[in-house]
């Protein structure tokens, strides 16, 4: 899109209106993409919509007043910065079934309450706000007392889990009668979608950095407006940036693999070559040592519970990870496979492939886990690091003398470690 066209969309007046009234928060229009479409929607569907990064304005919103223009610009425009279409993509790829109706109505509940306060702006028709959603559809009347802070309370993907009750029938979703799902459907009934299909898949990486992008964004703007933001309360869910496990392994073995420069007393420093150890014509400089990075060859152990719950995928792309980083430090590693007891040991080069030897893992593991004789096994290799691939059921009576890192499923994100530091695979 020209830049002529982005600064000449039918929502130009209604982004105008928001910079006037409220600078900081109205001025997050300004990071996003507008366009106007040529047709009308089709019943059930928004003036305006997004697809998660632009605003797409159909030929019937400049008919609009300028307050309810304002509105429908506000509210999508809370869409893009609360990273609606992503999450809802994000979602989807975790559970495979995402109902688009029951979480567009989520999202609108959230951002309606967000805005109710401003009185400057008329918000869609029938705009669904929490505290109905919250009394009518999830039955809480007493938490839909308070708006504010129920908007701290409930964040889309949680509301999204109370509403969707829908059955299963042959591993396939279906509705059932007077269900939770029913009545939100009936109470947003007059609600028009305006959450289009995501504008591309993101890649970790930039689903953490567009997150923390955001977020700056709203807290600087709710910050600047004060009494004057577009937001009531800053709403629990503003996005939250989260490093990605991969991102966060990397970081945290390239620390404990890399070389580290050590002093040699076999060897000068380059200063004392530099003046061949003289201070003077008849004076010369003490010894000097220098430095080098010789020293033992990091190492690492990986630690597999192969009767835990990490699926294959998930075990082939973490042990991937691992491999990789060990491979560019030119580190062996050492895999240990066990349950109740040690049940293989493999060792691997620093220079082997950056894949996992997954022969090592056929066949194995049919005990309940006990991370004690897996863990001595660790320690005897005397690593840099020991990582534990794991679910975390089981006991560990031995606690090495070298670092230990779970690594654990989203699913056991709240288990209890007995040391150590954990880290969540998403």
């Known amino acids: ?34 366009r106007d479409l040529d047709d009308d929607p089709e019943r059930g569907v928004a003036l305006v919509q997004t697809d998660g990064r632009t605003l797409f304005y159909a030929p019937a919103f400049e008919h ?22 992503a999450r ?58 308070d708006e504010a802070a129920a908007l701290q309370a409930w964040d889309v993907e949680r509301l999204y ?39 591309g898949e993101e890649a970790p990486e930039e689903r953490a950095a567009s997150a923390q992008q955001w977020q700056e964004r709203l807290l600087r703007a709710h910050a600047a407006d004060g009494a004057f933001s577009l937001l009531r309360a800053l709403p629990g869910e503003v996005p939250r940036s989260r490093t990605p496990w991969a991102l966060w392994l990397r970081a945290r073995l390239s620390r404990v693999l890399a070389w580290r420069v050590t002093p040699s007393a076999s060897r000068p420093s380059r200063s004392w ?53 060990a491979r560019r430090h030119a580190a062996p590693w050492v895999l240990v496979v066990g349950d109740d007891a040690v049940r293989r040991v493999v060792q691997v080069p620093g220079d082997a492939p950056a894949s996992l030897p997954l022969g090592a893992l056929a066949g194995v593991g049919s005990g309940d886990t006990d991370f004690t004789p897996l863990l001595e096994e660790a320690d005897r290799h005397k690593p840099d690091l020991i990582v534990v691939l794991t679910d975390l059921d089981g006991p560990a009576r031995h606690r090495p003398r070298a670092p230990v890192l779970w690594a654990v499923p989203a699913e056991q994100a709240n288990a209890a470690r007995p040391f150590g530091r954990h880290l969540v695979l998403g």
């Open 1 to 34: 899109m020209s830049a002529s066209a982005q600064h000449s969309h039918r929502g130009l007046h209604a982004v105008t209106h928001l910079l006037e009234h409220a600078p900081g928060t109205g001025g997050l229009a300004l990071w996003m993409a507008h």
């Open 161 to 199: 889990d109370a509403v969707d009750d829908r059955g299963r029938s042959g591993g396939r979703k279906v509705r059932s009668d007077k269900s939770t799902a029913d009545r939100m459907r009936q109470l947003g009934r007059q609600q028009t979608a305006d959450l289009r299909a995501g504008a």
């Open 64 to 85: 609009l007043p300028l307050e309810r223009q304002v509105g429908w610009v506000a509210h999508v425009m809370l869409h893009v910065a609360l990273r609606h279409v």
């Open 273 to 325: 070559l530099a003046t061949q150890g003289r201070m003077g014509p008849h004076r010369r400089r003490p010894w000097e040592p220098g430095h080098t990075h010789a020293r033992a060859v990091p190492r690492l152990v990986l630690v597999v519970d192969v009767s835990g719950s990490i699926d294959d995928g998930l075990l082939q792309r973490f042990a991937g990870e691992v491999a990789a980083i």
């Open 88 to 145: 809802r993509e994000a979602l989807r790829a975790l559970r495979g079934d995402v109902d688009d109706t029951l979480f567009n109505l989520c999202a609108d509940a959230v951002v309606n309450s967000t805005l109710a306060h401003v009185d400057w702006l008329d918000l869609p028709d029938g705009a669904l706000r929490l505290p109905a959603l919250l009394a009518e559809v999830l039955r809480r009347p007493e938490e839909a007392r």
